[in-house]
């Protein structure tokens, strides 16, 4: 089983799939995923939940490492990010300095707990101790798409709920939109 959850044959069929510095999957392939995930989702009414990964001081990790150095950090927190979600869940190179993960049968609870073991797993990048020898910010957002919710409001419920600077250490959100 490949981690789309179905045999997807040689790797060279996925190489256009993937972000060439972080390995995870890339924004445009995103909506082929995200309505076979939708369908699915409806077909089995199970829950499916979306999180965001950003990186705040972005322009700040570049100026202390340089791009070959913050590219090794997005590269390391990729692999971070890939190893605690499951085969089944999707991560996606979102924008420079964000990553979006698909999380498949996932509710909103399932998502407060993704974030809390994310925030302690990322802990070491706030104290200089990831890396490169310069604190990274790293916030989350999350939402849940159950039954009666837009996908695009759960998308940005969970990109707002990342960047909100409030000072909540763990954001997570809960989008409900009537039918």
């Not at 999180?51 to 100026?63: A, H, K, P, T, Y």
């Not at 990729?78 to 698909?102: G, Q």
């Not at 990831?130 to 996908?151: C, D, N, W």
Request: glycine share 8%; hydrophobic share 45%; charged share 25%.
């Amino acid at each position: 089983m490949g981690t789309l959850g179905y045999n997807v044959g040689p790797m060279s069929a996925l190489a256009g799939l993937r972000d060439p510095e972080t390995g995870t999957y890339v924004r445009e392939f995103f909506n082929e995923v995200i309505l076979r995930e939708l369908e699915r989702a409806r077909r089995h009414k199970t829950p499916l939940s979306v999180l965001s990964v950003l990186v705040l001081n972005w322009e700040n990790v570049v100026g202390a490492a340089g791009r070959e150095g913050a590219a090794n950090a997005l590269a390391s927190a990729a692999n971070l990010l890939t190893a605690s979600v499951r085969e089944t869940d999707y991560i996606f190179r979102w924008e420079v300095d964000e990553f979006l993960v698909l999380l498949v049968e996932a509710d909103i609870d399932a998502c407060t707990l993704k974030i809390q073991q994310l925030g302690a797993a990322f802990r070491p990048w706030r104290e200089s101790k990831g890396p490169i020898p310069h604190p990274v910010k790293i916030r989350f957002g999350a939402s849940a798409l159950e039954e009666g919710v837009v996908f695009a409001a759960a998308l940005q419920g969970a990109r707002a709920a990342a960047r909100d600077r409030s000072g909540e250490l763990q954001i997570v959100r809960s989008v409900t939109i009537p039918a």
